[in-house]
C-alpha cells in the first residue's frame, strides 16, 4: 500500500469536522476505515496513550495580576468617590444586626467621617475604613508583599523588569 496523498488526509480531516461519521468519510474518500481513524482530528487516544496532564503550578505572571489589583482597586476608589452623597453612608452593622434578634431592631444610622478618612457609626461605635484607603491596602499593598516574599517580584528599590 502507498502511502496517503495530502489531498485525502484533508478531504477526510475536513469532512469529519463537518460531522461525518467514521464509516461515511472512508466510504465517499474510498479508503480503509483504519485509514480514517489515523487522520481523525477528532479521535480520542486510547487510555495507554494519554499522559497526565501536567499539575498547574499556581504561578500568575506577578506583573499581570498588580497590574489587575490596582485597576480594581482604583475602581473602587472611583466608585466611592462618586456616590450621590459620601456623607449618607448607612453603618451596614446597624442595617444588619449580626445575629439577627429580637433584642437588636434593624435601624438606618448614618456613619460619621472621622479625620482620617474613615467613618464611625455613632450609635455602635463600629469604625469602618475609608474604602478607597482600605482597597489600596488590602489588595495592593498586601499582594505586593506576598509576591515579593515568594520572589515573584524584586526587593523594593530593584528595578522591575
Request: charged share 25%.
Amino acid at each position: 500500500m502507498g502511502r496517503l496523498s495530502k489531498a485525502k488526509i484533508n478531504q477526510i480531516q475536513r469532512l469529519r469536522k463537518k460531522g461525518f461519521l467514521q464509516k461515511e468519510v472512508a466510504k465517499t474518500v474510498g479508503v480503509n476505515i483504519k485509514t480514517v481513524r489515523t487522520y481523525d482530528p477528532l479521535r480520542r487516544a486510547p487510555e495507554s496513550e494519554i499522559k497526565p496532564a501536567p499539575k498547574p503550578s499556581g504561578y500568575i505572571p506577578p506583573n499581570s495580576l498588580l497590574s489587575d489589583i490596582r485597576s480594581l482597586a482604583d475602581w473602587i476608589t472611583l466608585l466611592y468617590l462618586f456616590l450621590s452623597d459620601p456623607n449618607q453612608i448607612p453603618c451596614p452593622h446597624c442595617l444588619f444586626p449580626t445575629p439577627p434578634s429580637a433584642k437588636k431592631k434593624t435601624k438606618t444610622v448614618t456613619l460619621r467621617m472621622l479625620e482620617n478618612g474613615d467613618y464611625k457609626c455613632p450609635e455602635c461605635g463600629n469604625i469602618l475604613a475609608s474604602p478607597p484607603n482600605l482597597a489600596w491596602r488590602l489588595l495592593v499593598t498586601e499582594v505586593e508583599e506576598e509576591l515579593r516574599r515568594e520572589g515573584r517580584l524584586p526587593a523594593k528599590g530593584e528595578a522591575e523588569s
